[in-house]
């Protein structure tokens, strides 16, 4: 057995042995969906290697007096509300009626409404592009748990690598400048400072770095 059929199976086994509502324990002692092992397999589980704070067929109420049930729910906190949902891509797909793309998209409004961070992920995009969508829950992650920074940073120096881990791509000068209100010249010092202390590394640039990345 893999380091990730392990952990997926006590992950699942102690949700299922943690769970007290009956509907849901009966949502995951089914098991999970293809799309969704897919996901924890090629992109969650390299990515953090846990499932930390990560919970499968979570429920939730509608305006119906309903429950619908999210792929998965990341709680790190009672009030963060993180909910990743897998959108797959075949017949069921391509051939959405009116009727249930109405209630797709009443689903992703009552999430919204309900305080949800609402992340769906193509079932293409993790077979097509792993790493892309890496670099996607890093970024969701981010705006659920605070960054720490060295104390030797100043205020600024600080608020740059916390913009840097909000992005997903290279900053410029001129993003670092506008973020912080300050002028493009002041944002090169920065920048140039947080390079020589081996915390970003330039990304582009040769004569004059254009990107900078953190190491």
């Not at 943690?18 to 969906?33: A, P, S, T, V, Y």
């Not at 720490?148 to 840097?164: I, T």
């Amino acid at each position: 057995m893999s380091n990730f059929d392990q952990a997926l199976h006590t992950w699942l086994e102690n949700q299922i042995a943690e769970e007290n509502n009956h509907r849901r324990r009966e949502f995951l002692i089914k098991g999970l969906g293809h799309g969704t092992i897919r996901f924890l397999q090629d992109i969650w589980f390299p990515t953090f290697g846990n499932f930390n704070h990560l919970y499968p067929e979570w429920e939730v109420r509608d305006f119906n007096n309903g429950y619908r049930y999210l792929d998965l729910a990341y709680r790190p906190s009672h009030q963060a509300k993180g909910a990743i949902e897998i959108q797959g891509y075949g017949p069921h797909a391509r051939d959405l009626d009116v009727r249930r793309f109405k209630d797709l998209c009443w689903r992703h409004s009552l999430l919204a409404l309900d305080g949800w961070t609402l992340l769906p992920i193509a079932y293409l995009s993790i077979t097509d592009e792993p790493q892309r969508c890496q670099q996607l829950i890093l970024a969701f992650i981010g705006k659920f748990t605070s960054i720490d920074v060295s104390p030797q940073l100043s205020r600024l120096e600080s608020e740059v690598v916390r913009f840097s881990q909000r992005i997903l791509r290279p900053l410029t000068p001129l993003e670092v400048a506008q973020h912080l209100h300050i002028s493009d010249r002041y944002a090169r010092i920065i920048l140039h400072k947080l390079v020589d202390k081996q915390i970003l590394a330039v990304a582009s640039g040769n004569q004059r770095a254009r990107t900078y990345v953190l190491k």
